[in-house]
């Protein structure tokens, strides 16, 4: 059962990006001068109900909203292969969660920004879906360091609220800052394999999420003291979060899955399109 157009060649998060493109094609996309849309993400548990792939299908799909969006304003774009070996400290303990030392994943990231440039592209925007405090550190510097001495234009993006979280002030000349949608208020911290997770894999990947698991799951009601816990990592994290995820999965929907991805596809593509035509302006970080 496929539910969306975007998932109608299946669930291989190659379909619709550059792998499936011939050598032809992607210097033809080249010479237009096409922009690049790279999704981030990591391969690591996420609760009993939602499979390993998680954050690469989250940006995967966000990619190809994205892209979606960019077309109809005519910019033409390509998407690059996930890049999905990164860093999982949180959930670390848990099996599946691969983790990759910081300096392979800075050189493995050097080396993608040095293919692209090679072939003649020079915007790349990255859509990371993972945001474990060491994984955002290194994708930092592996942009950073990419942008210095490839010289290629890779930006992040960001929204306001994270952007802040991380320290950025928004001038940066590494990421393209857009102002967050306003959230509900919740009384659950959610965070991981979350509500949210839970209800863009219901909509995309319907057949990769155990709904009668999920309906058995309870919401963790943990404390802010419990969250500085669970961020430390290891089996202290897994103490906190015994069944690997953090929030409130049992209250997802597939329909807030698809808004809130449509929702970002439609945000994200005005702020490539301004920045492109030189009207981005990064929004005041209070």
């Known amino acids: 059962m496929k539910n969306t157009e975007l998932t109608a060649g299946g669930y291989s998060v190659f379909d619709g990006t550059m792998v499936d493109m011939t050598y032809v094609q992607i210097e033809k996309a080249a010479e237009e001068k096409s922009v690049i849309l790279l999704p981030v993400g990591v391969i690591e548990e996420h609760g009993p109900h939602l499979p390993l792939g998680v954050d690469v299908y989250g940006a995967y799909i966000h990619a190809k909203t994205v892209n979606v969006e960019l077309e109809k ?5 390509l998407i690059a292969p996930p890049f999905y070996w990164g860093m999982n400290h949180c ?3 848990f099996a599946g969660s691969f983790t990759v030392r910081e300096e392979t994943m800075i050189e493995l990231f050097w080396d993608i920004m040095a293919s692209l440039k090679r072939w003649g592209f020079s915007d790349v925007f990255i859509f990371n879906h993972h945001y474990d405090r060491d994984h ?3 994708l930092t510097r592996a942009i950073q360091k990419s942008r210095l001495d490839i010289g290629i234009r ?5 929204d306001d609220v994270l952007g802040k979280s ?6 940066e000349p590494y990421v393209l800052i857009a102002e967050a949608p306003p959230v509900p208020p919740s009384q659950f911290f959610d965070i991981h394999a979350d509500s949210s997770e839970t209800s863009f894999m219901m909509y995309y990947f319907p057949d990769l999420v ?3 698991v999920l309906k058995s799951l309870t919401s963790t009601r943990v404390t802010a003291e419990d969250l500085k816990v ?5 089996e202290e994290a897994r103490k906190i979060t015994p069944q690997g995820f953090l929030g409130d999965p049992a209250s997802a929907s597939p329909e807030r899955g698809r808004d809130t991805i449509e929702a970002y596809g439609k945000r994200a593509a005005e702020l490539i399109e301004r920045f492109l035509q030189g009207r981005y302006e990064p929004p005041e970080m209070k």
Do not use: C
């Not at 890779?154 to 960001?158: D, E, K, N, P, S």
């Not at 991380?166 to 001038?171: A, D, L, P, S, Y």
């Not at 669970?230 to 290891?234: H, K, L």
């Open 166 to 171: 991380f320290g950025f002030t928004g001038r």
């Open 73 to 77: 304003k005519g910019i033409h774009a």
């Open 210 to 212: 155990d709904r009668d």
């Open 136 to 138: 955002t550190r290194v």
């Open 91 to 93: 959930t670390s303990s």
């Open 230 to 234: 669970w961020r430390r990592g290891w």
């Open 154 to 158: 890779a930006f992040w993006l960001l």
